[in-house]
């Protein structure tokens, strides 16, 4: 990853060993989405594309996660004459945009979670391809609470936990701790506390690095595929990606490397 960081209003940005680090740093406001930070997750979106890190950690600053939307931005709406629907509309589709990037990263997304990660936030954990959390994590799609709609994290939500659960969540507001959440397939481990989960950030980011960066890339994007193409147009298009693959210089390496029995040559450890 040989590309500048970009400075970023409430999100900080950190490499290490080929991993981004990206943090939601507004604590007082526990992390709370504001229009800068919706703006600034899509630059980081477009970084990572560009800079191709090997993993990415979404975390956030202080032991909360994200309480979702900035609650002052929205009263501001009510302010100062009549509101322009036209103008609300685009700002909530700036984070339906901002989470389209973030689920189709071509890189592992491992999303770490404490305190809560409410409606938005929990919008975040949906894009996760490894979503972990602390045991006293808590989790809530709280807009219909507040008279507001689900608008943008809807359809990801539904695509990580089911059409059913989505429903139950959005439509009671109901707060579930971590233990719910991982039956529900929103989170995929527990751990402890803070120390525990950033063990358990380390042990997965050595698995991923273990992986071949092109390969996982490619492996993404086929994923996404599969929910959108019939059957037999998405199995001739996994053909061709996988002799893509064979052919290039990671599968050398990968074969060469097992055959030779030692790691290849993109196996690091954090």
């Known amino acids: 990853m040989t590309t500048t960081l970009p400075e970023l209003e409430g999100i900080l940005l950190e490499e290490r060993g080929g991993v981004l680090f990206v943090t939601l740093n507004r604590p007082k406001q526990r992390n709370a989405l504001s229009n800068e930070m919706l703006v600034g997750l ?30 002052s931005s929205f009263r501001n709406v009510f302010q100062g004459g009549a509101p322009d629907p036209g103008q609300i509309a685009a700002v909530n589709r700036t984070y339906g945009t901002a989470l389209a990037a973030w689920d189709r990263l071509p890189v592992a997304v491992i999303v770490a979670v404490e305190g809560a990660a409410m409606a938005g936030g929990l919008g975040l954990v949906a894009i996760a391809d490894v979503a972990i959390a602390t045991t006293s994590a808590r989790f809530a799609l709280t807009e219909t609470k507040l008279g507001l709609t689900p608008a943008q994290i809807s359809p990801f939500v539904i695509g990580r936990i089911g059409l059913h659960h989505a429903r139950r969540l959005m439509l009671t507001s109901l707060v ?95």
């Open 42 to 71: 899509c630059r980081v979106a477009d970084h990572i594309e560009q800079a191709r890190p090997r993993a990415v950690v979404l975390r956030g600053a202080g032991g909360t996660f994200c309480a979702g939307g900035d609650l």
């Open 176 to 270: 579930i701790d971590a233990a719910e959440a991982m039956r529900l397939t929103l989170v995929d481990e527990i751990v402890t506390d803070s120390a525990a989960l950033d063990e358990a950030i380390d042990r997965t980011l050595n698995q991923v690095l273990r992986c071949a960066p092109a390969a996982n890339a490619l492996t993404k994007e086929l994923a996404h595929t599969a929910l959108e193409m019939d059957r037999e147009a998405l199995l001739d298009h996994a053909a061709a990606r996988f002799a893509e693959t064979m052919l290039g210089a990671e599968a050398r390496e990968g074969i060469a490397s097992f055959l030779g029995k030692r790691d290849p040559e993109w196996a690091v450890t954090v």
